[in-house]
């Protein structure tokens, strides 16, 4: 069966200090992989997705990155934090794309910046 | 612009029928998609929609209207698991999601 995980499900962090965060897809081969951030009362703003390894289109010019170093891993990074980071950040991929087929979430990792 | 629209809340009484609306202005259209979010957790999958109708699918049920850019979700039965936030989402020209900011619905014994 397919799973989606990622981590940590939740982390305080400095302004200006890195970040981290992972997410893996089991059972499906060649995923499209998404990274989500889900601030309060606003709908899920797409940051990053790719279509295969080393494929990253971003979708908002920010402080942060996505990287695709493996076919079912994908990263979200920040060199240095803001506190405009903070929030609610999802992976998700889909196997037959948007147009058919439903997107499937991890389980989300909420940030908060101080 | 694209916008999707969404009530912000929405209460109602277990065992009774509610009917979440959602309209959109988007750059195209290839499809209509509901999600169920509870508190904390990761958006589910409920429904898609493409063309115009009703898809029925147990207690939940979906309505697309594509001329009038109008869906509503159509929830039966109501149940206190129920609460939640309800997304609507819509795949534009280019197959991004464009996302509501979701219905938090609450439902009272």
């Known amino acids: 069966s397919q799973t989606i995980h990622q981590w940590p499900a939740t982390l305080v962090q400095p302004v200006g200090s890195p970040l981290s965060l992972e997410c893996t897809v089991e059972?499906?081969?060649?995923?499209?992989l998404y990274w989500y951030r889900q601030a309060a009362g606003r709908g899920l703003q797409l940051l990053f997705y790719?279509?295969?390894?080393?494929?990253i289109s971003s979708e908002v010019p920010q402080n942060l990155s996505a990287s695709r170093p493996q076919d079912r891993q994908f990263i979200l990074s920040s060199k240095k934090l803001l506190l405009s980071d903070s929030g609610f950040y999802l992976c998700?991929?889909?196997?037959?794309?948007?147009?058919?087929?439903?997107?499937?979430f991890g389980e989300g990792s909420r940030l908060t910046v101080l | 612009g694209q916008n999707i629209d969404q009530p912000t809340e929405m209460t109602a009484t277990e065992g009774a029928i509610v009917q979440i609306n959602c309209t959109y202005q988007t750059s195209g259209f290839n499809g209509l998609f509901w999600y169920q979010q509870h508190a904390g957790e990761a958006p589910t999958f409920l429904s898609y929609?493409?063309l115009d109708g009703l898809e029925e699918k147990g207690r939940f049920s979906s309505f697309l209207s594509r001329s009038k850019g109008y869906s509503y979700l159509l929830l039966k039965e109501l149940q206190m698991k129920d609460s939640a936030s309800y997304l609507c989402a819509v795949s534009d020209s280019n197959y991004q999601l464009i996302w509501g900011a979701g219905t938090k619905l609450i439902i009272k014994p």
């Open positions: 998700a991929y889909t196997t037959s794309g948007l147009d058919t087929g439903e997107l499937f």
């Open positions: 929609n493409v």
């Open positions: 790719s279509v295969g390894i080393g494929q």
């Open positions: 059972g499906t081969s060649n995923p499209n």
